[in-house]
C-alpha cells in the first residue's frame, strides 16, 4: 500500500492556475501509475488525467485536454497537476490516486486502491 496527501487547492478566479501536489510513502512509487481524479457537489467522481510509472505517457479527460497538465518526479516521490485557464465548471474536490503497473493507463476509479484525502479546488466567475 502508499499514502497520498494531496496539496494546493484553493480558491481561484475563472482563467486562473493552480499546481496541486500528490506526495507518497509507504512502497516504491515507480511501481505506481498515478491519476487524478475530482468530484464536484452532487455529481459522481470522474476521470481527469493519469500518468505512467516514468512519466513516458499520459492521457486526460477530453474536459481538460489542453489546460491541464500531469507529471510526476519520482525523486521526490510526488505526482503534480498543472491547472491553467480554469473554468468555474472545475470546481470539485480533487483527488490522486495509485495502482501497481507499467503501461496500460487506467481511467476508472474502481481500477484504483490507493486513494488520497482529496484538496478543494474552486474556481469563481
Known amino acids: 500500500q502508499v499514502t497520498l496527501v494531496e496539496s494546493g487547492g484553493r480558491l481561484v478566479q475563472s482563467g486562473g492556475s493552480l499546481r496541486l501536489s500528490c506526495a507518497a510513502s509507504?512502497?516504491?512509487?515507480?511501481?505506481?501509475?498515478m491519476g487524478w481524479f475530482r468530484q464536484a457537489p452532487g455529481k459522481e467522481r470522474e476521470f481527469v488525467a493519469v500518468?505512467?510509472?516514468?512519466?513516458?505517457?499520459?492521457d486526460y479527460a477530453d474536459s481538460v485536454k489542453g489546460r491541464f497538465t500531469i507529471s510526476r518526479d519520482n525523486a521526490k516521490n510526488t505526482v503534480y497537476l498543472q491547472m491553467n485557464g480554469l473554468k468555474p465548471e472545475d470546481t470539485a474536490v480533487y483527488y490522486c490516486?495509485?495502482?501497481?503497473?507499467?503501461?496500460?493507463?487506467?481511467?476508472?476509479?474502481?481500477?484504483?486502491?490507493?486513494w488520497g484525502q482529496g484538496t478543494q479546488v474552486t474556481v469563481s466567475s
Open positions: 490516486a495509485a495502482r501497481m503497473g507499467r503501461w496500460t493507463l487506467y481511467k476508472r476509479g474502481t481500477d484504483y486502491n490507493n
Open positions: 500518468i505512467s510509472w516514468n512519466g513516458g505517457s499520459t
Open positions: 509507504g512502497r516504491t512509487f515507480n511501481d505506481y501509475m
